[in-house]
């Protein structure tokens, strides 16, 4: 596709391979995707196995196989294969717990050494590291060869959390004799095109098995809940008024029938269950009250959820509903990621936003370093950092707001400098972070939303994001060695700002930039339908993304020699102004 894209690394069938962690049960891209090379659908459905490496060749003359895909760099197929490593991570990742734990698949896969925050670090120029905060929070690194104290860190920073809704600490709920499930919203999403999808749960679970509290992930791929749609006939004002949504009352999902719950038990436990559930038989006819407020105080967590999902949860986690103290369950809908379009160009998925570039970043790193040899002439230290709550503000713990990155540069740095005076500061001032975040592409429909001379297209490349009131963090220093990177490799950029009658919104980018101090630019793939459970970008622009991503490791350290603009010498300028006399007698 791009000429002087550099050639292939042989790693990629690791990065762009299906998942095979512990928590895999069944991976699938579910639904055919069309090849139209060969003319074949691309079905995986298969367990995976072990990664195999796949030529481009090969890639365009078979479907790709589940264990594998072609190259994410080079040409010929390769905007096809990038766009289906991309799937295959986010098919896999339906929670910030399960892009955790595959990111830190793929980076212990190929020797990336596993830190922990709360023992001593042992770094060392040439290695390769990384650490989770809270399991949904991923940083690495690779520090070059050739690194010398107060040296910086070259970044990309994206997010691993996407709108979706979560299920309340007590959510077991009965309306009008249904069993439903009680949730909160999280996140800005597009809460209406929830409705009628077919939903289940994933995240963790903690369970208590011989006197140890462990961290499980689980993931139901059955489809077991919806939110149905209220029929037109009784909803006859939604054609003049619009849909009208009450989050609470509204978006519930539905698990089951009380009533086929009831008939499948015995008579003598039928009426328990409708008292646990918390509601009287009058009530679940009238359809009021809610189970969460007739649930006794000291209520066990078994009595706090339907006792059939609790029952599902634990025979996937091989362990006894009594044995799960608490869980972290988002809902999630269960049609996997394709490839779509009459020309294959488009990727049809849920969480692209921010799933598609934590996975461009991730693979790029990879790519890019994958053994410790590719580090020897290197200066720098390159970095990801994948951050959850982004959607609700990054203020935690484990968010772009809370100390990760600044307590990750200052130790890293302190420790590679031997606590040498200013490494830190140096550091930091040597650094540059690139903020990925997916970005609006303009809408044919709704064309009159976007500024006319920054409207970005499809299949033209990452955009670079600006806004003068610091929504974003580029400025023209940040935004010009961006683009020089591209050019030098022939990889198209396009820019955005907002329309000055309209809000604009933020990322990860100010955020760092104020906590850390360091050069900052905001960037991403162009998408429509953003917070959509069904979202859409062009598999083009996934390609250049990751190839974007590979520039900036392996060409920003010689790209950054001459642009110390604060180190400049003040100009002279002694001659070069005319004094005009001011006609006055003195």
């Known amino acids: 596709m791009l000429a002087q894209l550099q050639r292939p690394c042989h790693l990629h069938s690791i ?14 891209l579910q639904g055919p995707v069309c090849n139209r090379r060969t003319k074949r659908l691309i079905r995986c459905s298969s367990p995976v196995q072990a990664s195999s490496s796949v030529t481009l060749q090969e890639v365009n003359t078979k479907p790709v196989a589940p264990n594998g895909a072609g190259s994410a760099s080079g040409n010929g197929a390769s905007q096809m294969s990038a766009a289906e490593g991309c799937l295959r991570f986010i098919n896999y990742a339906w929670t910030q717990f399960h892009a955790v734990e595959e990111a830190s698949r793929r980076l212990a896969s190929v020797g990336f050494q596993k830190l922990s925050e709360k023992q001593e670090w042992k770094l060392q120029p040439g290695g390769r590291y990384y650490f989770t905060r809270n399991l949904s929070t991923i940083v690495a690194f690779a520090v070059g060869a050739k690194y010398q104290p107060g040296n910086g860190l070259h970044m990309i920073g994206a997010h691993t959390d996407s709108p979706c809704l979560k299920l309340k600490p007590v959510s077991k709920s009965v309306k009008s004799n249904y069993l439903t499930v009680n949730c909160e919203t999280y996140g800005g999403g597009l809460w209406h095109t929830w409705f009628d999808r077919d939903l289940s749960v994933a995240g963790r679970v903690l369970v208590q098995q011989g006197g140890k509290l462990q961290h499980k992930l689980v993931k139901i791929e059955k489809p077991i809940m919806r939110i ?251 935004a010009t060695l961006f683009r020089e990177l591209a050019h030098k490799r022939g990889i198209p950029t396009q820019e955005f700002s907002i329309r000055n009658d309209m809000l604009c919104g933020s990322t990860i980018g100010p955020i760092l930039a104020s906590g850390i101090g360091c050069r900052t630019l905001d960037v991403g793939a162009p998408q429509l339908s953003m917070h959509s459970i069904r979202e859409m970008c062009g598999t083009k622009d996934i390609e250049y993304s990751y190839e974007h991503f590979k520039a900036f490791f392996q060409d920003f350290t010689a790209l950054d020699t001459n642009t110390d603009f604060d180190g400049l010498s003040p100009p002279n300028i002694q001659g070069t102004m005319i004094d005009t006399p001011c006609g006055h007698v003195h």
Do not use: W
């Open 15 to 28: 990065l762009h391979s299906a998942p095979c962690g512990p928590t895999t049960r069944r991976l699938s």
């Open 228 to 478: 149905p749609m209220l029929a037109i006939h009784l909803n006859r004002d939604i054609l003049s008024e619009g849909f009208k949504m009450n989050k609470q009352t509204h978006l519930v999902p539905v698990l089951a029938s009380a009533v086929k719950k009831a008939a499948n038990k015995p008579a003598a436990n039928a009426e328990a269950d409708s008292l646990v559930d918390g509601q009287s038989k009058r009530q679940k006819v009238d359809g009021a009250g809610d189970a969460a407020d007739q649930l006794p105080k000291t209520a066990k967590f078994e009595d706090k959820h339907h006792s059939g999902l609790l029952k599902m949860i634990a025979d996937q986690l091989q362990c006894s509903p009594a044995d799960i103290v608490d869980f972290e369950l988002n809902v999630c809908d269960t049609q996997d990621g394709v490839i779509g379009g009459i020309e294959d160009e488009f990727m049809f998925t849920g969480r692209l936003d921010n799933l598609g570039m934590s996975y461009c970043s991730l693979a790029a790193l990879l790519d890019c370093y994958p053994t410790e040899g590719h580090l020897a002439d290197e200066s720098a230290i390159k970095a990801i950092a994948l951050f959850d709550h982004e959607e609700v503000g990054s203020a935690s713990a484990q968010g772009a707001g809370g100390p990760v990155m600044h307590d990750t540069i200052h130790r890293v740095a302190n420790i590679l400098s031997k606590g040498q005076e200013g490494a830190v500061q140096r550091a930091i001032q040597n650094s540059f972070l690139v903020s990925a975040d997916m970005a609006h592409a303009v809408h044919p429909n709704y064309s009159d939303k976007h500024d006319a001379e920054h409207a970005p297209l499809f299949q033209k490349g990452i955009v670079i994001k600006h806004n003068q009131n610091q929504k974003y963090a580029t400025n023209a220093v940040t």
